[in-house]
Nanobody, 127 residues
């Protein structure tokens, strides 16, 4: 198991940008598929983005494609989510997730397939 901690959230005006970080400890993330999910108040947790072990493949929800970029630095044991052109609808708690046994890309968007989760960081976008 790996311990994940998110950081970088905050309050930003619509059109602004934030860069979230997810730092891991206990295990290297080299062998993990990593992902970001978010959960708005009163809603289900939803997929945002995922990245393969060596950054060869990335996956994005349609709602963020072209605005958000996921990346990873395995040497630093860190995953990032760069969020640009933020909208009020992006307001949510953002969670980092990891899975060491993810080998089917049909499942990268599914919350239930990830084993380890951070505690989340709040992102609030004002209009």
């Amino acid at each position: 198991q790996v311990h994940l901690v998110e950081s970088g959230g905050g309050l930003v005006q619509a059109g602004g940008s934030l860069r979230l970080s997810c730092t891991a400890s206990g295990r290297t993330i080299r062998s993990y598929v990593m992902a970001w999910f978010r959960q708005a108040a009163g809603q289900e947790r939803e997929f945002v983005a995922a990245i393969s072990r060596t950054s060869v493949s990335t996956y994005y929800a349609a709602s963020v494609k072209g605005r958000f970029t996921i990346s990873r630095d395995n040497a630093k044991n860190t995953v990032y989510l760069e969020m640009n052109t933020l909208r009020p609808e992006d307001t949510a708690v953002y969670y980092c997730a990891a899975d060491p046994r993810m080998y089917n890309n049909n499942y990268v968007t599914l919350t239930m397939r990830y084993d380890d989760w951070g505690q989340g960081t709040q992102v609030t976008v004002s209009s």
